[in-house]
């Protein structure tokens, strides 16, 4: 019997398609074979960098594979998650970052990476529970609603610092003024110390802060903390309110850190990962670092974190919009 062109045509496809089936599934079925990076784009020492090596430390033994971490600095975090959108999507290099994956795309728009179409979304490894809204403790306030109300009172006349277009000092604050609809004398700073130094010495009224950083100054009766950001309590500062419970509904401003492998990689990698990852978080060890850097331990699903990612994405870009609007 003979076969025409076309039938031989598709009886050639259909072979290189069952092929390149087998060749996927050999090489997942194998995986890992060899040494896994894991990229942070950021200095060796910061909480980025602390979790990963965490993370590395566990996933080494429960893979039987090596696990290193590689440290990617430069351009606020840009140049290390570049490279990793951009290398093989094998399974073999992974991302661990910052909340700074959503923001900097929509504060700069020549980003070389797409944060949600050129990543595949493993896990949020954990957040905080957000940032510290402090005041001098010579402002005569006690709670948001006191300084929303001194705010309308007196328009443009309170200040508030940021420490950097985008950052965590920056976002909540312009989330507030935007749900409380008031107007406050913007300060920028190259840095949270020259802002902490300013707040402290009452050359400005108020500023966002890390629960952590906040919590002596707090115990010394050097500041006044009105309210963390995050949905829940710190433990750390169990007086201390949230936005929410302040009347700021669906206020949930926290940092996060997550894990990206670059886009296509297998789904068989990406759930082997989310689930030895999600199991390490569990463990005493992890949780107990993780209570001392002041965080929550997540391992959420992929399909759950890349739906995240790009609603966060989509905030930031209109809080991006919302500044620039404000300042033509």
């Not at 500041?223 to 929410?244: D, F, I, N, S, Y």
Request: glycine share 8%.
């Amino acid at each position: 019997m003979s076969l025409s062109r076309r039938s031989l045509g598709t009886v050639a496809s259909a072979l290189l398609l069952s092929c390149s089936g087998w060749s996927a599934q050999a090489q997942t079925s194998g995986y890992p074979n060899k040494v896994i990076r894991i990229v942070v784009p950021s200095t060796a020492g910061g909480p980025p960098d602390q979790i990963a090596r965490m993370v590395a430390t566990k996933l080494t033994t429960a893979l039987g594979q090596s696990v290193i971490v590689e440290n990617r600095a430069g351009a606020g975090g840009m140049l290390g998650t570049a490279y990793v959108a951009k290398t093989p999507p094998d399974g073999y290099t992974m991302l661990v970052t910052t909340a700074s994956h959503t923001l900097i795309p929509a504060f700069t728009p020549d980003t070389p990476y797409d944060p949600v179409k050129d990543f595949a979304h493993v896990t949020m490894l954990a957040e905080n529970f957000g940032q510290a809204l402090v005041v001098r403790p010579s402002l005569t306030v006690n709670t948001v609603q006191e300084l929303v109300a001194l705010a309308r009172r007196e328009p443009g006349k309170l200040s508030y610092g940021q420490a950097g277009l985008g950052t965590a000092s920056h976002i909540p604050a312009e989330m507030m003024l935007a749900a409380a609809n008031i107007e406050m004398l913007e300060v920028p700073y190259k840095g949270t110390p020259a802002a902490m130094t300013d707040l402290l010495g009452g050359h400005i009224d108020l500023f966002f802060i890390g629960t952590q950083i906040a919590l002596p100054l707090f115990q010394e009766g050097k500041l006044r903390v009105l309210a963390v950001t995050g949905k829940e309590r710190w433990k750390g500062m169990p007086e201390v309110r949230t936005m929410q419970e302040q009347g700021f509904k669906d206020f949930n401003v926290v940092n996060w850190f997550g894990a990206w492998l670059p886009a296509g990689a297998a789904p068989q990698i990406v759930a082997r990962l989310q689930s030895e990852i999600a199991k390490t978080l569990q463990e005493p060890d992890i949780q107990k670092e993780f209570d001392t850097l002041g965080l929550r331990a997540v391992g959420s699903s992929p399909e759950d974190f890349a739906a995240f990612v790009a609603k966060d994405a989509q905030t930031a870009r209109e809080i991006a919009r919302r500044i620039e609007g404000r300042k033509k």
